[in-house]
């Protein structure tokens, strides 16, 4: 019985991080090959395990079994010294929508939701399962201030704390 509330507890815990916050919407026609590659980190809202850290980076390959390997990379300005995480993503369901589930932890996963994406795979607006996880990616180290604005605009809308963004050094 114990063995049965444990692993129901990890259930929802597991469904919990992979659901979407109320209004985003993650892409469609969403390509994972052109995906793949290198991201810089523009902007973040703060948590532990990117507290302190600056030009961050994010590495997408493909796996052999389909899913992908994620290789985030920043430097810690507090110890100064590069640290790494390295995880698999899935998608959660059609391969062409921007949904995908992220572990750096064996079997617990949580929420990769591309809300808007360029449509040249310049730039990348994702959040977490909740308001509390909200990344502004882009191929090159600087965006635009149209971009910028844009994300701004719509995280607010979407109910993100975007006051709080930290604007990633990125250079």
């Known amino acids: 019985m114990f063995k049965r509330i444990v692993t129901a507890c990890i259930a929802?815990?597991?469904?919990?991080?992979?659901?979407?916050?109320d209004d985003?919407?993650?892409v469609v026609d969403f390509d994972p090959e052109r995906y793949l590659?290198?991201?810089?980190?523009?902007a973040r809202l703060d948590h532990s395990f990117e507290r302190n850290l600056e030009r961050v980076t994010a590495t997408y390959g493909l796996n052999e079994d389909g899913s992908v390997s994620v290789l985030n990379?920043?430097?810690?300005?507090?110890?100064?010294?590069w640290r790494q995480a390295e995880g698999v993503a899935k998608p959660m369901g059609s391969r062409d929508v921007g949904?995908?589930?992220v572990s750096f932890f064996g079997p617990f996963y949580?929420?990769?939701a591309v809300f808007e994406l360029a449509d040249d795979y310049s730039y990348a607006f994702v959040s977490g399962y909740n308001t509390d996880y909200l990344w502004l990616l882009a191929r090159e180290p600087q965006?635009?201030?149209?971009?910028r604005?844009?994300?701004?605009a719509q995280s607010r809308l979407l109910g993100f704390e975007t006051d709080d963004l930290i604007w990633v050094v990125t250079e």
């Open 149 to 152: 604005e844009r994300f701004i």
């Open 37 to 42: 590659g290198t991201w810089h980190e523009i």
């Open 110 to 112: 949580g929420t990769y």
């Open 12 to 21: 929802v815990l597991v469904v919990g991080c992979t659901g979407l916050p």
């Open 143 to 147: 965006v635009s201030a149209d971009v």
């Open 99 to 101: 949904h995908l589930k």
């Open 73 to 81: 990379k920043g430097f810690n300005t507090q110890k100064g010294e």
């Open 24 to 26: 985003v919407e993650p």
